[in-house]
């Protein structure tokens, strides 16, 4: 808004010309949606308290956890205001990457807080059914899929990390991948979500990587340079992902542990949704398994625990996702939490290597 307000005032005064460049306004979404959050979050605290917007800890998790019950929860309602308007004032308004990132957000955002709400009213860890919120995520992943698919300069080839000519043309698979990407991801966030801050500092870590990928696709020097593909316009999905970083970090002001407050599946599933649509549109869709591999790895520890279980009856962990087996182990909640970071973090650095180690 500001960029489409402000910018053509460039002609008037030099100092507007500022609003031109991507860079200037990711550094100020990142810093807006930083301060929203810090500024709004204790008054959020307190009314989510007070309408007695509380946690409901599953009956079967770690011991540990029954304290956390009654904890203030729908903590994604405040990042996602804080992302989004940030977004919304420091984004060109006229790029269709942003709004498809913007609305995915949305609807998902929509659909965990619905989640949310009918754990809250049942008084229960239970709340909508896991096939009601997987027909839900596959619908806006199909959407944003076919969106892509029909977006007159977009390509639908699928670029292997390591590997520069390895670059399949999917044609209508392309849509079902994009779906396949935004729901694992919305999904993969959501189970990573159990520890105070962990989710949220993961999601910081992933969003400030998929910054830098989003600059780059969507700058054609940099792009032909790194010989990735070029996606003219998605550079702008630099803000949206700085927005995210910011309210990460303003989040986790509140979140860390002991958390004061709960993200909730209004938050897990639409940033997690989000990070995949994002991928999507800069043509990352595989770097992602590798960026988010600690959303993997608790991904794939639950599906091997229920796999294992069905089949030889037979627990692979103590407990799934698998943070909850470190915690059983005798692990700190603290240490499992910042060593998950670390991982990630080295995870990000092998992905951004992946950019000339081809």
């Known amino acids: 808004m500001l960029y489409n307000l402000l910018y053509p005032l460039h002609t008037i005064s030099p100092i507007f010309n500022v609003f031109r460049y991507i860079t200037f306004r990711t550094i100020y979404a990142t810093i807006t949606a930083l301060l929203i959050t810090l500024l709004l979050g204790p ?8 309408h007695q917007i509380e946690q409901q800890v599953r009956d079967d998790g770690p011991a540990a956890h029954l304290k956390k019950s009654g904890t203030p929860t729908m903590g994604g309602v405040l990042i996602l205001s804080s992302l989004l308007i940030s977004t919304l004032l420091w984004a060109d308004l006229r790029n269709v990457f942003i709004w498809i990132v913007v609305i995915t957000t949305f609807l998902l955002g929509l659909l965990g807080g619905r989640d949310d709400w009918e754990k809250i009213t049942r008084k229960n860890s ?3 059914s896991a096939r009601s919120k997987l027909v839900g995520q596959t619908l806006i992943g199909l959407a944003v899929g076919l969106v892509l698919y029909y977006h007159p300069t977009f390509n639908t080839h699928l670029y292997v990390p390591f590997f520069k000519k390895i670059t399949p043309d999917l044609g209508y ?3 079902l991948l994009t779906a396949l990407v935004i729901v694992g991801a919305s999904n993969a966030v959501n189970l990573t979500d159990g520890l105070d801050g962990l989710a949220i500092g993961l999601v910081l870590i992933v969003s400030s990587t998929y910054l830098l990928f989003s600059y780059f696709a969507g700058h054609v020097k940099i792009a032909n340079y790194l010989q990735i593909s070029y996606v003219a316009g998605s550079g702008e999905l630099s803000i949206f992902c700085g927005a995210m970083a910011g309210a990460g970090m303003g989040f986790l002001w509140f979140n860390a542990y002991p958390a004061q407050i709960f993200m909730g599946d209004v938050g897990s599933l639409a940033l997690g ?3 995949g649509a ?6 990352n869709e595989l770097l992602l398994t590798i960026v988010g591999g600690v959303f993997v790895i608790e991904a794939l520890s639950v599906i091997f625990q229920v796999g294992s ?4 009856k037979k627990r692979i962990f103590q407990m799934a996702p698998i943070h909850h087996h470190f915690e059983l182990k005798g692990w700190a909640e603290p240490k499992i939490i910042v060593r998950f970071w670390i991982i990630a973090i080295l995870f990000a650095l092998l992905a951004i290597s992946t950019l000339k180690l081809r």
């Open 278 to 283: 994002v991928a999507a549109i800069t043509k």
């Open 273 to 275: 949704g989000s990070l």
């Open 309 to 312: 279980y069905k089949l030889r």
């Open 173 to 175: 698979f392309y849509i």
């Open 126 to 128: 239970r709340g909508l």
């Open 43 to 50: 008054w959020f605290i307190r009314k989510v308290t007070s």
